[in-house]
């Protein structure tokens, strides 16, 4: 699961099991298998399927004050879910209805309103079919049947449904959870890290002097010292990169941002990495749309970009494919991303790669910083970063930032 991952739901199968069992609980599984009733039922409700739905708009329309144009789509909407509703009920088998609820309780148009009203739709359908039955079916035990089945498919949908909202919100709630222990933990670290960055810095511009001292002092030195030195200086290079590297994750960016032009950064990068790619047989390539310009710090965005295309072409030992694509993702929004060819991230791994110091590469190789600034910068200046992975052929990372000076398309601020 990644950042933005979803929690594990359980299936469908195992939904309607329980759902049941409440049902037979209850004592209200009359009718569990296929049997003629339900057939009967289901016939019945398919031929007046226009009727109930024209039914059903008139009296809710006033009552959910829903205007003429809407009411239209929702009596159509209506009639499809009856459609899905009597194929359960002619076959209990047939889950069709129930995999579209589950989906609409979570995003759907049923989402954005209270359960109630939802139910009290539910009810009124069942209250028009019943006048419907008991004004057309002359066999009294037959209609003393069909009733109470309908009475049963009514309260198995109304469990159904109040289930699906309620887990509907719990899967929303852990899943802003697990962002909120994410964005803590990156807090925390970057705290720690800042703190002794600023006390190594020091320190290390120290050895730093101390070792161009000595290269002065030593004009014409022996071979072996002469080697030491360039050794110490290079390893010297490589700690205040990685000091560098901690100041950048802990900043707060949020002050410094600019109006970036992201795919001149792009161009200018790649440009810049060029004989890095040639020695890895890697081939970049290049899909920029004319979008916006961002906003966000432009140092950070230059470690976003050196930083995800490094993890890439070191992704690649064997060369590949980079590709790195812009696009207008709203009039208010950017999109960019970084593709691979490369050997792919695990799925157990996918939660893991953004926490700070988390590497799989050798070491002395990576520091497991990179992605941790990469998360950083685009979280401060109010974007998303989103990965996919296959394990063994590549990787994608997924980047929207704020266009400059445009305002959100909803108006919001
Ligand atoms: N494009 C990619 N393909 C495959 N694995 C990746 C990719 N990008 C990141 N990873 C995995 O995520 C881990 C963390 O990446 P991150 O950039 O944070 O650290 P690093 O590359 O290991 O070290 P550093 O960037 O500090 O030198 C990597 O070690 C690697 O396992
Ligand atoms: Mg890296």
Redesign the pocket.
């Known amino acids: 699961m990644g950042p933005g991952g979803r929690p594990e739901l359980p299936t469908l199968q195992e939904h309607l099991g329980r759902i049941q069992s409440y049902l037979r609980g209850c004592g209200v599984l009359t009718f569990p298998g296929e049997t003629p009733v339900r057939r009967e039922l289901a016939r019945f409700m398919e031929e007046h399927s226009d009727e109930t739905a024209r039914l059903w708009a008139d009296a809710i329309g006033p009552a959910f004050e829903i205007d003429d144009e809407e009411l239209d789509f929702l009596a159509k909407d209506m009639r499809e879910a009856q459609a899905r509703w009597l194929a359960h009920v002619r076959n209990p088998e047939d889950v069709e209805t129930y995999a579209v609820l589950r989906e609409h309780a979570r995003g759907g148009f049923i989402a954005e309103h209270p359960p109630s009203r939802f139910l009290a739709s539910q009810l009124k359908i069942r209250q028009i079919l019943a006048d419907l039955l008991r004004r057309e079916m002359r066999d009294t035990v037959l209609l003393a049947e069909l009733l109470d089945l309908l009475d049963q498919a009514l309260w198995e949908r109304v469990l159904h449904i109040t289930d699906f909202f309620v887990e509907a919100r719990l899967s929303e709630r852990r899943r802003l959870e697990i962002q909120l222990i994410q964005s803590e933990k990156m807090a925390a670290i970057g705290q720690l890290a800042a703190g002794i960055a600023h006390e190594i810095r020091n320190p290390l511009g120290i050895i730093m002097n101390a070792l161009y001292d000595l290269g002065e002092l030593l004009p014409n030195p022996p071979a072996e010292v002469e080697e030491d030195l360039q050794i110490a200086r290079s390893e010297m290079g490589r700690a205040q990169e990685i000091i560098n590297?901690l100041l950048e994750f802990s900043r707060d960016s949020t002050t410094e941002m600019q109006s970036v032009d992201v795919n001149r950064m792009i161009t200018q990068t790649l440009k810049l990495m060029n004989k890095h790619f040639q020695n890895s047989g890697v081939r970049p390539r290049t899909n920029l749309s004319d979008v916006h310009r961002c906003r966000v710090s432009e140092n950070g965005m230059r470690q976003v970009l050196l930083?995800?295309i490094?993890?890439?072409v070191?992704?690649m030992p064997h060369g590949g494919e980079l590709r790195v694509a812009t696009h207008q993702a709203s009039s208010s929004r950017v999109g960019l991303s970084i593709s691979?060819t490369?050997?792919?991230?695990p799925a157990e791994?996918l939660a893991r790669?953004?926490d700070p110091f988390?590497?799989?590469?050798d070491p002395g190789?990576?520091?497991?910083?990179?992605?941790?600034?990469?998360h950083s910068v685009i979280t401060n200046a109010g974007g998303t970063l989103d990965v996919s992975?296959t394990a063994g052929s590549?990787?994608t990372?997924s980047i929207e930032l704020d266009a400059d000076g445009v305002p959100p398309a909803d108006g919001k601020p």
Do not use: C, H, M, W
Request: aromatic share 8%.
């Open positions: 590297n930083n995800l490094t993890n890439a070191q992704a691979d490369g050997v792919g991230i791994r790669i953004f988390y590497t799989t590469k190789e990576g520091t497991g910083l990179g992605l941790s600034v990469v992975s590549g990787t990372f």
